[in-house]
């Protein structure tokens, strides 16, 4: 059971106004939002809503450090990366955020927490709902005014998924996942950057799936 108070959760809203930007402390209360909205229609428990909350609140926690201060980090909890990984140093804030909430946030390190942060960046092949909903959330968050993040929040939500069957919805959200892979997938090869394999194996296991 993992069950924070709604104290807890307000202290922690509080600790990320007072240590991070007004604009990064916006986008993930944003992401909170979103994420609970999104869990509303394919996670609608009580707990579910917490987990949801915990990761959103938490999925930023370390992307103001700079990138020597992200590899000091990874060097301080252990963290190990593969060269593809060491290329790809936007990623790095997910994996070092992980073992910041292992390290200082006990009580908020349940693991489906823990894996929704760790793959908020990249995702991976079969994630799991609340990788989803966080990975997603942080996409179209309503902060978010990036064009390819203002199509994909329409694409989701002007297909009215709160009518669909749950397996409607199921698939939509799959599609949606999709094309965001693939927006991301573009963008990182107009820029000629690293593609994680994380992000390559999310897109690929969601396209192989599709209509099984
Ligand atoms: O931390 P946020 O800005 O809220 O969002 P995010 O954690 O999704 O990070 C987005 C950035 O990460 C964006 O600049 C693209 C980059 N990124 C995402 N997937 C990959 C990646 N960068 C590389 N090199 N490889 C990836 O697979
Ligand atoms: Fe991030
Ligand atoms: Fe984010």
């Known amino acids: 059971m993992f069950n924070p108070t709604d104290e807890r959760l307000d202290e922690l809203r509080e600790q990320i106004r007072q240590s991070l930007t007004p604009k990064r402390a916006g986008h993930i209360l944003a992401v909170e939002d979103m994420a609970v909205r999104l869990g509303k229609l394919y ?3 009580d707990e579910s809503e917490r987990v949801l909350r915990a990761a959103a609140l938490l999925h930023d926690v370390t992307k103001e ?3 020597e201060e992200q590899l000091a980090l ?3 909890h252990g963290i190990t990366l593969t060269a593809e990984e060491l ?12 073992e910041k909430i292992r390290a200082d946030y006990p009580d908020l390190a349940d693991g ?6 760790r793959y908020h960046t990249t ?15 942080d996409y179209i968050d309503d902060s978010r005014t990036f064009p390819d993040c203002v199509r994909l ?5 002007d297909a009215e ?4 069957t749950q397996e409607e919805r199921n698939t939509h959200l799959d599609t949606v996942l999709i094309i965001a892979f693939d927006m991301t997938i573009s963008g990182l090869v107009e820029d000629g950057a690293v593609i994680h394999p994380d992000t390559i194996a999310a897109r690929n296991y969601l396209v192989s799936h599709k209509n099984i």
Do not use: N, Q
Not at 153 to 157: E, K, M, P, Q, V
Not at 161 to 164: F, L, N, Q, R
């Open 123 to 137: 995702g991976r092949a079969d994630m799991s709902i609340y990788e989803k909903l966080i990975f997603l959330a």
């Open 43 to 45: 996670a609608d428990d």
């Open 87 to 98: 290329c790809a140093p936007k990623t790095h804030h997910a994996r070092t955020a992980t």
């Open 161 to 164: 998924p709160e009518k669909m």
């Open 74 to 76: 990874c060097r301080e």
């Open 112 to 117: 489906r927490v823990l894996s929704a942060v």
């Open 65 to 67: 450090k700079k990138g």
């Open 153 to 157: 929040r329409s694409l989701f939500w």
